[in-house]
């Protein structure tokens, strides 16, 4: 389990990455805190000739924020958020999933982009920031910015609205309002361990804002309209043959038990969201 | 405070352990060293038409066709019946699981092994796999072995008399159990570093092993070279299990290799190696009933345990020892008159059986512990009283049951009430019902197992093994400055040995641990053992070296009484100095007179000198019985399938604690992976026998977080048989989990109609065993 031989970069800076990323081929890859890549290469699933490190750029670490938003640079950490060093466009959550994800070994290195860019049907960030309705900026090695919201970024099991020659450079989250309540539960066999079954609820009623989301399924994450029109009408927590059936109609592959799970995620996290104050 | 035998002293490895300073397989640095990576099999079953080598590596890698002077590992057996199997180190004519080695390629670095190994194409005509056991069984499957006429190494039967059972039983139980395929995942996985020594004219062999001298005899056997010429040293290993207490294919291509390039070469097992050709333990499946009367007496057992065995009998525990163990320990602590039992071992498309911390018992005592408490539920009894009630009694102390087993002593019983006692049974029945009316599902379940410790030569010989272990060996010596060594070819691996062995000189000796240097591992430098496995280490070493060092005593004091000018037998030892009334000397002295300046003794001083070796054996062979009962608390949350704990305990005896520290470490650790058995671990494979679980995201090893604080308390009756009244200890803690945690789960789900019989009891099995029952009104609350 040792990776090809490639070469690696590490530029100083954005500008100098991006140049990188014109000149080469195909076969390069972008490192951010290589907790995705590193397996990949180690199985040799990912054979890159190149690999150009983005870790230490600051221009990929800031925080910019913004009326109304907040833009956070790709190569923050999830230690980061979890540790509560990050403003947070709405009261906790991003912590409490950034606190989920894998262990601390993990979490100090692995970062917000880059877990969007691998697009493990598993991972959290895809499916939380789904529900925060974020949106994603990327740059080309022209230099041109293009932004599309995140259930149009991820279009399956690791893939991604991504070119070869583009670089995530952002996630843009709205602000909440104080009024604003959030939910996300997931189940693992083992703590630290990738979920079998993640739901998560955020809604925001001076926003009329209201979004369920199922994840860990076989691919991209699952946005359902009806179940987030009828919470947030309701204000209670759906039966599981009503979300079972919404299951039944978004994705109907999925074996009994996926969906029984996905189920009771989300009865528990829009549990939790309305015993929110 | 001694250190002696009974004292709760830290171990004299942590030190080096604990900072990075130990030297495992792969910390070694040679020169001109090369790294090894082998071509696998990417089929489980096939014919090797070819191996394509590209010019520019031919003298880099090597496949069977080089190793022509090696012989296939052949393990005999003399059971009747007994079928050997052929395993070449590197295929030669037919791949029999997915991981078997075909080709070793050689580079300065793993990683450009992996690159040549990449480039080595290899053709294989596809056979039908065999995937399980009972497809295997059946008559007109395809053939494993081509010179067999089906595909069983062994079946036996135990046929004893169920004529009372079947007549007066009011209650007849009939299960099916699975338990599943598992790795034993050390830190460490195997590793082996050979070189050719032109000095010694020695292939001296490095390797993760728990049995240093029987791989040098192995390695000598098949690689047709005199033992004299082998020398295999284990350094440290990060964990054994039974893992590394059988001979290793790649231990024989890699000294191949070393032999033929004159070059040190290495390999070490990768995490994704060991979770696919390492693939090779645990899997049984019982056909099984059950007599009882309507106190739910057991009457009769007619069971039929099938043994996925794999693709080929190790060396030197062959494919039988498996269903020998099961066959012979399924009765276990139980007091039972009518006993039937057929097994079968089943060659199948997966890496051959190697046994494992308790061996062949964490199938049984599952199979045993979840019958006796569907004979409790059927005859509407508490589960404890009616496995309390089915035990041999203390009274009946030494007791030979149904399958000639010799308990040698204990209260079996008494580990039940301290269980029940401990777990507060009766309050627990009140919170659990309590509990059942919010709709939270707690359940209580127990696990009463016994462990066969250092079962010795006549037990071994039954099982009809090409290698039985017999007297074991230890030096004691005084070193020329007076403190002491101790040598043995035992070893140690995260166990504890190395403190506990110097334990007991230090009893004998009256010197601090710290004072005795421990020498283990090196056939060069240490005394023939079988090593360490069947929890044998303490009790035989332990012996060993008490013998040794109570023979070292004698002779210090002759040499002191020439000192002291007095008589031997008034010499008594005290904190490492030999005292006659109120005179004494150091050992020091001693040691300095007879090393450096023995013109201070008489002329009539005795010239066996302060080194001695001794051998020994228990009075018995058939091994003594340490016993214990767990009792673990779970509650089960019927909508995810998860399973937490509320409680675990465990009550034990193994006879004379040498350490209790070191104990309780060797208990967690056991229970941790026994939980790990109940709930987690299992390999996958799809129909054409690939492994879906080839990393660690996928087989899932419990963390601390999902284990109980676990409870332990111990009895001490020693063993009448062994030296200081000890039993081994090491693998029982892995025996009971399965069954006291299906236990527990079955009787928290019982109001849902749910009875698990299946390890591992993942959510995903417990959610669909609830949807199969379909009480949702239950689920509710
Ligand atoms: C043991 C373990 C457990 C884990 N458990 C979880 C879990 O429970 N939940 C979870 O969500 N995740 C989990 N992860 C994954 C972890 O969160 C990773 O950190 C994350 O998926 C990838 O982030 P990274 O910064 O490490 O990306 P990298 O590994 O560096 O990159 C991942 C991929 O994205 C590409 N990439 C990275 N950055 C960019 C960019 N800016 N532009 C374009 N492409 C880019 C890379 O080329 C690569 O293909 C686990 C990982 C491990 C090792």
Known sequence: MKPVGFQFAQPDTLAEAMQMLRDVSEDTKIMSGGQSLGPMLNLRLARPEKIISIAGLSELREVDEGEGFIEFGTALRHAEFEDGSLPEPISGMMRHVAKGIAYRAVRNRGTIGGSLCHADPAADWITALTALGATVRMVSAQGDTRDVDMTRFIHGAYRTELNSDELLKSVILPRYSSSAVWGYYKTCRKVGEFADAIASWVADPKKRYSRVVFGATAGAPIVSIPLSRQIAVTGIVPSKEVIKAELERLAPDLDRVKKHLLAVALQRCTKQALNHD | ?781
Request: hydrophobic fraction near 40%.
């Open chain 2, 1 to 781: 405070m001694g250190t002696g035998i009974g004292a709760r002293v830290a171990r004299k490895e942590d030190a080096r352990l604990l900072s990075g300073q130990a030297k495992f397989v792969r910390d070694l640095k040679f020169p001109r060293l090369l790294e090894a990576a082998y071509v696998r099999s990417p089929l489980a079953h096939g014919r090797l038409k070819s191996v394509t080598i590209p010019e520019k590596y031919k003298d880099r890698v090597f496949t069977a066709s080089n190793l022509s002077d090696v012989l296939p590992i052949r393990p005999e057996s003399t059971l009747p019946g007994y079928k050997a199997s052929q395993q070449y180190p590197l295929v030669k004519d037919k791949v029999r699981f997915v991981g078997e080695c075909i080709a070793i390629c050689v580079a300065p670095t793993r990683a450009e092994a992996e690159d040549i190994a990449e480039q080595v194409i290899v053709d294989i005509d596809p056979l039908p796999p065999l995937v399980n056991a009972s497809d295997a069984k059946t008559r007109d499957a395809p053939r494993l072995h081509d010179d067999w006429d089906d595909n069983l190494f062994l079946t036996t039967a135990f046929d004893g008399d169920l004529e009372f059972a079947e007549k007066n039983a009011t209650v007849v139980i009939e299960r099916e159990y699975n338990t599943a395929r598992q790795c034993m995942n050390p830190m460490e996985g195997k590793g082996t570093l050979s070189y050719w020594d032109d000095k010694a004219g020695q292939l001296v062999v490095y390797t993760s092993t728990q049995v240093p001298h029987l791989i040098r005899t192995g390695i000598a056997q098949y690689l047709q070279m005199d033992q004299g010429q082998v020398r295999v040293i284990a350094p440290d290993v990060g964990g054994g299990f039974g893992y590394k207490c059988v001979l290793q294919p790649e231990e024989l291509s890699v000294s191949w290799v070393a032999r033929k390039l004159k070059r040190p070469v290495r390999w070490v097992e990768d995490r994704r190696e060991h979770l696919v050709a390492g693939a090779n333990t645990r899997q049984h499946h019982y056909k099984l009933k059950a007599y009882a009367d309507d106190r739910g007496k057991l009457l009769g057992i007619d069971a039929e345990i099938t043994v996925d065995i794999g693709a080929y009998s190790v060396w030197p525990f062959t494919a039988c020892l498996e269903a020998a163990q099961a066959g012979g320990n399924l009765p276990g602590p139980y007091a039972l008159e009518g006993y039937r039992c057929k097994t079968y071992s089943v060659a199948t498309n997966k890496p051959g059986f190697t046994p494992y911390r308790g061996v062949a018992r964490p199938g049984v005592c599952f199979a045993m512990e979840l019958t006796i408490d569907a004979i409790a539920r059927a005859v509407g009894r508490e589960p404890a009283d009616v496995r309390r009630e089915n035990l041999v009694p203390g009274s009946a102390m030494p007791y030979t049951n149904v399958t000639g087993k010799f308990y040698d002593s204990g209260d079996y019983q008494h580990s039940v009430t301290e269980a029940a006692r401990a777990i507060g049974l009766e309050d627990f029945r009140k919170r659990q019902k309590e509990a059942r009316t919010q709709g939270r599902f707690l359940g209580l379940g127990f696990g009463t197992f016994t462990e066969q410790s250092a079962h010795g030569t006549k037990v071994f010989a039954a099982w009809g093994l090409p290698l039985v272990p017999g007297y074991e060996q230890a030096m004691v010596k005084l070193t020329p400055s007076g403190s002491v060594e101790v040598r043995s070819g035992n070893h140690s691996f995260g166990q504890g040995l190395e403190t506990t062995i110097a334990q007991v000189a230090s009893e004998w000796l009256t010197v601090d641990i710290d004072k005795i240097n421990v020498l283990m591992g090196d056939t060069g430098m240490t005394p023939y053992s079988t090593g360490a496995y069947a929890s044998r280490g303490m009790v035989m070493a332990g012996g060993a070296v008490s013998k040794a060092a109570e023979e070292l005593v004698k002779r210090i004091k002759i040499h002191a009484s020439h000192l002291l000018q007095c008589d031997a037998k008034d010499v008594a030892l005290k904190d490492g100095k030999a005292l006659s009334g109120a005179a004494s000397v150091d050992f020091a002295d001693i040691a300095r007179a007879w090393y450096l300046r023995p013109d201070q003794l008489d002329e009539d001083v005795d010239t066996a000198g302060l080194e001695v070796t001794q051998g020994y054996k228990p009075d018995i062979d058939t091994g003594v019985f340490t016993y214990a009962t767990h009792a673990a608390i779970v509650e089960v949350d019927p909508e995810t399938g998860k399973v937490s704990f509320e409680d675990y305990y465990v009550f034990e005896d193994c006879g004379r604690r040498v350490n209790p520290l070191i104990l309780e470490g060797q208990t967690y650790g056991g229970a941790a992976q026994g939980i790990g058995t109940a709930l987690f671990e299992e390999v996958l494979y799809d129909p054409s026998g690939q492994p879906l679980t080839s990393t660690l995201a996928d087989y899932i090893l419990p963390g601390p977080a999902e284990l109980p604080h676990f409870r332990l308390e111990h009895s001490e009756t020693p063993s009448p048989y062994t030296r200081h009244g000890i039993k081994g200890v090491g693998e029982g803690a892995a025996i009971a989990p399965g069954g006291a945690v299906l236990n527990a789960i079955n009787d928290a789900l019982e109001p849902l109609g749910v009875e698990l019989n299946e390890l591992p009891a993942t959510p995903h099995k417990i959610l669909s065993a609830i949807m199969d029952a379909d009480r949702p009104e239950e689920v509710a609350g």
